[in-house]
């Protein structure tokens, strides 16, 4: 069974730094997109950031030149490095990816979320 397993979050101060992780497990056959998400209290959820498997990325404009999304394809993993971090950045944040498993079925996963606050 595929899943997707986070760690990192918690307390950080404005300006401060924080590093989520995620990986991906189970039986993988391929890999394809690897992406993050967050959801602040009573907004919905938005696009943080998004890696291809060639490495190409898309972020959100309001995290642009903060974050930095990259992956390690032999860990199956996505790492969201997030600096200069803003109390408006304060959110759950999902990791999810486009996986197809070693029966060939294609489907969306999404991580069980990790809360980030960003406060003094």
């Known amino acids: 069974q595929v899943q997707l397993v986070e760690s990192g979050g918690g307390l950080v101060q404005p300006g401060g730094s924080l590093r989520l992780s995620c990986a991906a497990t189970?039986?993988?056959?391929?890999?394809?997109?690897m992406g993050w998400y967050r959801q602040a209290p009573g907004k919905q959820r938005e696009l943080v950031a998004q890696?291809?498997?060639?490495?190409?990325?898309n972020y959100a404009d309001s995290v642009k030149g903060r974050f930095t999304i990259s992956r390690d394809n032999a860990k199956n993993t996505v790492i969201l490095q997030m600096s200069s971090l803003k109390p408006e950045d304060t959110a759950n944040y999902y990791c999810?990816?486009?996986?197809?498993?070693?029966?060939?079925?294609?489907?969306?996963?999404w991580g069980q979320g990790t809360r980030v606050t960003v406060s003094s």
């Open positions: 890696i291809t498997s060639g490495g190409g990325t």
């Open positions: 189970g039986s993988i056959r391929n890999l394809y997109y």
């Open positions: 999810n990816a486009d996986i197809q498993d070693h029966r060939l079925s294609s489907s969306i996963y």
